[in-house]
């Protein structure tokens, strides 16, 4: 399994502020996803982020509000701009294992809450 | 779109019962099925996880059934401890793209 480290673990916003939350993991990956868990509901993917290439959103996701760096095969960082209380939330980072089975190891998540 | 339906979305269990939660999904060229237990204040961790090609898989008191026809799968907690209180969630996969289920609260009553 990855050992996967988050920054920071919460953190209290004002709206229209922006937060940038890092995803450090200890070993070398080529994706990581970023997922968001709104309060009570399940994961959903925001986007994947390739080393070297520009990140891939999904639907309803976009760069503009959610831009993601990728410097390197280890590093990743989301930014959540112009916040909103709806956009309190936990933010996890995830990389695959790699067995090569599929399975999505995570972080232990940042918990943003916007006022 | 909601691929992966997951049910029930509590559930209470008595100490030493069996915990039952139910998954069904869509996409027939979904290939791995995983489930996640997650903790008040932490990220999922992966629980136990199956191939289309088995129906069932066993580690520990926890046992994924598979019934690939009705496209369901389903999870079962054996003597249910208050410390598997959690919640659970499905999921399904191909390549890189994991669905997951709306997540089941489970609470096991000592």
């Known amino acids: 399994s990855a050992v996967i480290s988050q920054k920071p673990s919460r953190d209290i916003c004002q709206r229209g502020t922006s937060l940038t939350i890092q995803c450090q993991v200890d070993?070398?990956?080529?994706?990581m996803f970023w997922y968001r868990q709104q309060p009570g509901q399940s994961l959903t993917l925001i986007a994947t982020?390739?080393?070297?290439?520009?990140?891939?959103?999904e639907s309803g996701f976009v760069i503009d509000k959610f831009p993601i760096s990728r410097p390197n095969l280890t590093f990743s960082t989301l930014t959540v701009s112009n916040m909103s209380p709806e956009d309190s939330s936990i933010y996890l980072c995830?990389?695959?294992?790699?067995?090569?089975?599929?399975?999505?190891?995570f972080g232990e998540g940042s918990r943003l809450t916007v006022l | 779109q909601q691929q992966v339906k997951q049910s029930p979305q509590s559930l209470i269990v008595q100490k030493g019962g069996i915990s039952i939660i139910n998954c069904a999904y869509e996409?027939?060229?979904?290939?791995?099925f995983p489930w996640y237990q997650q903790f008040p204040g932490k990220g999922p961790a992966l629980l136990i996880a199956?191939?289309?090609?088995?129906s069932e898989k066993k580690e520990g008191r926890f046992t994924i059934s598979f019934n690939k026809s009705a496209k369901q799968f389903s999870l079962h907690i054996m003597d249910s401890q208050p410390g598997d209180s959690a919640t659970y969630f499905c999921?399904?996969?191909?390549?890189?793209?994991?669905?997951f289920g709306a997540g089941t609260r489970l609470t096991v009553k000592p």
């Open positions: 995830s990389v695959k294992g790699a067995g090569g089975v599929g399975e999505l190891f």
């Open positions: 070993s070398q990956v080529t994706m």
């Open positions: 982020a390739n080393q070297g290439s520009e990140a891939t959103y």
């Open positions: 996409n027939t060229a979904f290939d791995y």
């Open positions: 199956i191939r289309p090609d088995v």
């Open positions: 999921a399904a996969s191909m390549g890189n793209d994991m669905r």
